[in-house]
Every structure is written in C-alpha cells, then in structure tokens.
C-alpha cells in the first residue's frame, strides 16, 4: 500500500475519531507543523515514507497548528515540528525537532515492531508450544525479512543445534552483528557447539560418563566428559574433570582443557562465586 494510505490531515472536529479512537486499534503519530516552518518541511516527507514503510502498523496523523490552534494549545505545543505518539487514547512518546530518516526510523520501533519482530514473536510461542518443525519455517521467514535479526539468527541456531547441525548453527551465529547486545549470547553458544561437537565424537553423554567412571585415569575420555558435561549445562562438574586434566598434564593438548576452564567461567560470569572458586583452585595447581 502506498503512504497515502496511512497519513491524513487531521483538524479539531476530527481528532477524537481519527486520533484518540484509533490509538486503540494501532499507534498514531501526530506531526503537529505549519507551511511557514522549515524543520517541519524536512521532516513530514521522512515520516509519510515511513508510514509506507511500516505498510499501516501506525496512522501518521497531520495536525497544521496555524489551521488548528486549539489543538496547539490543548498539547502545549511550543515549537514545530513536535511529533507525538498516541497509544489506547493517551500520549506515550514526543519527538521535537528535524531528525534524520535512520533517527526516525528507530523512534518509530519503539512502538511498531517490524513484521520480522512479529514473527520472531510467533515463532518463539511455537517454540514454547514444542512445535520446533512450524518454529524454524516462521525463523526462515524472519532471516528473510531481515538477515542480521540477532534474535532469530541465535533461535534458528540453537533449533539446529539441538538436530545435530553444529555446523549450520555456528554459522548462523557468526552471522550475529557485533554490535548487537546479544553478540556476547552468539559467542558463548558458539563455544558450547565445540564443546558439543567433542562430546558427540566420544558417543554422547552416557557413552562419555561411563568410559569416565571405568577409565579414571585417561585425559582424553576425562577431557571429553567435561565437554559434554559443558554441554549440559552441568558447569561445576565439567569444571572438576577439566581441572583434573589440568593437574595432570597442564600442557594437554595446547592447553586445551585450562582453556576450556576460561570459557566456562564467561558462560557462568567471570565474577561469579562458581568462576571465583576455580580460578583459584587453577592457579593452585598452576603456580
């Protein structure tokens, strides 16, 4: 649909219907202006693109304040271009002052979440639900409407994962933009993929702990039971194989066991009370 479809110009005699009525059904961003102002000319075009952009999850309502005082005064509108936001009948938000398009954008999905969030939110009710199969069709979706949605890349990650697709899992996770705040979530599941990938070599969880128990003193199935323990999530545990590791052979495969030690400690918080304990039972068997 075209922008037009979204904006209206609004007067006094209106307001109530097409505003505050309306706010209940979707968001209204009323752009109070004049002809006579310059910022309000740069920014009406930017957000009537927007309204086309978001395709009617929001109603740009245009309020000319020299044909509609009364409602400058009711708002105590003090400077043009003001935007305001109306949800459920009420103000939740202002923007004053020309800002540029990107600016505005961002303003905007505050308050319309864009159809890759929506998704991602059915997607992850899916999830919920069990319905795995239905959840990673909504997530390819979601990575077509938008192919750095962090969110969805790390979900859709974690689903192939759990199928065995390490691989296919890492590399959705790689995919994650560093500067997204969830960069660090990416990272971290990366690191427990490896340590799932050892664990499947020496045959699963069960295979692993019971060569562990019958070869106590074998580094190699040792240091594969802590990898799936890692994996796990059974933290504590996965630390005491590695740190036996460690006390045996600190230069196990380059180091590979203290190493795993150091992940694990970013998995649970470098100043948790767990990372703090073992960080120094290693520097005890270390120095």
Partial sequence: MTAAAHVREVTTEEFEEAVLKESWRRPV???????WCGPCRM????????????????LLAKVDT????????LFRIRS???VKVFKEGRI???LVGAVPEQEARRFLRRHCPAPADRKFADAVQLIKAGRTGQARSLLDEVLRLDSTHAEGLIELGRILAAEGDLSG????????????ALWDRAQSLKQVAQFQAVCNVAGGPEAAA??????????????AHGCCLVAAAEYRNALEEFLYVVSRNKDYRDQAAR????TIFTLVGDRSELAEEFRNRLARVLF
């Fill in 29 to 35: 961003l009323v752009d109070f202006w004049a002809a």
């Fill in 43 to 58: 920014l009406g075009p930017i957000l009537e693109r927007l309204a086309g952009e978001f395709s009617g999850d929001f």
């Fill in 66 to 73: 020299e044909a509609n005082p009364e409602l400058a005064q």
């Fill in 80 to 82: 043009i271009p003001n």
């Fill in 92 to 94: 939740i938000d202002e």
């Fill in 169 to 180: 899992a890492e590399g959705l996770w790689d995919r994650v933009p560093a500067s997204s």
């Fill in 210 to 223: 019971a060569r562990a128990a019958a070869e106590p003193g074998n580094l190699d199935v040792r240091y």
């Fill in 259 to 262: 190493k795993a030690m150091l």
